[in-house]
């Protein structure tokens, strides 16, 4: 029943490392999002896919890739992680523009 | 480029009372969306209301309303009759509709504490 689901909820690794985390959405929409949310609760937009699309690629390092193999599904993945990567990952999806988005549980990833 | 501005970092109201979160907001489009979305500690981003803002008519969801006012660019939130539940940190957003993107600009969130 779950409408936005994202895994895994709570991610601890190493810098240096390379990780993934995985959205998918049960809502037919067309359009999914990234959003990362740091240690100060700040809400920022990373990327926005329409359809399999990038329509959104904020000034993000391209160390981060988004991946879309289908509309009902967006990852993101991590090279080379930093300490300043640390921060929760919302992945969110919305029909069109204007509406409600609907978020995942977001993702803590918390780099030592 | 637009921003979100939420001046109020944190607040307090009591049970049953009734408290209003403040967020103003620039942006050079005529047309655009405005949200207030609720972060309870449970960390769950849910949609509290949603505002048009070629529609003159604030809205209202049960107990929350709005109070936009687009010439000063400003869009409060009342809640009413306050509840334990809704002790949250609450973020006001704003859509654009140019590019149709579904861009959402966040202000920095009020934290609300509802005291019994």
């Known amino acids: 029943d779950t409408a936005v689901s994202q895994t895994p909820k709570y991610l601890v690794t190493q810098m240096g490392n390379d990780k993934s985390i995985k959205c998918e959405q049960n809502?037919?929409?067309?359009?999914m999002y990234w959003y990362k949310q740091d240690s100060k609760k700040f809400l920022k937009i990373m990327f926005s896919?329409?359809?399999?699309?990038?329509?959104i690629n904020e000034t993000v390092p391209n160390r981060f890739s988004p991946k879309s193999p289908d509309k009902a599904h967006l990852n993101l993945h991590i090279n080379s992680l930093e300490l300043g990567d640390s921060a929760v990952y919302f992945c969110?999806?919305?029909?069109?523009?204007?509406?409600?988005?609907?978020f995942g549980p977001g993702t803590r990833l918390t780099v030592l | 480029a637009q921003t979100v501005t939420q001046s109020q970092p944190e607040m307090s109201v009591q049970e049953a009372e009734t408290v209003t979160l403040s967020c103003t907001y620039d942006?050079?489009?005529?047309?655009?969306?405005l949200f207030w979305y609720k972060q309870p500690p449970s960390r769950q981003m849910i949609l509290v209301i949603r505002?048009?803002?070629?529609?003159?008519q604030n809205a209202m969801e049960n107990r929350f309303s709005v109070n936009f006012q687009k010439a000063a660019k400003s869009f409060s939130l009342k809640i009413s009759d306050s509840q334990l539940g809704d002790t949250a940190m609450y973020f006001c957003?704003?859509?654009?509709?140019?590019?149709?993107?579904?861009?959402?600009?966040f202000g920095q969130g009020t934290t609300l504490q509802v005291k019994p």
């Open positions: 969110a999806s919305s029909q069109v523009w204007g509406n409600e988005q609907f």
């Open positions: 809502l037919g929409h067309d359009t």
């Open positions: 896919y329409n359809n399999k699309e990038l329509i």
């Open positions: 942006t050079s489009e005529n047309n655009y969306y």
């Open positions: 505002q048009e803002a070629y529609k003159q």
């Open positions: 957003a704003h859509e654009g509709v140019s590019g149709n993107t579904g861009k959402l600009i």
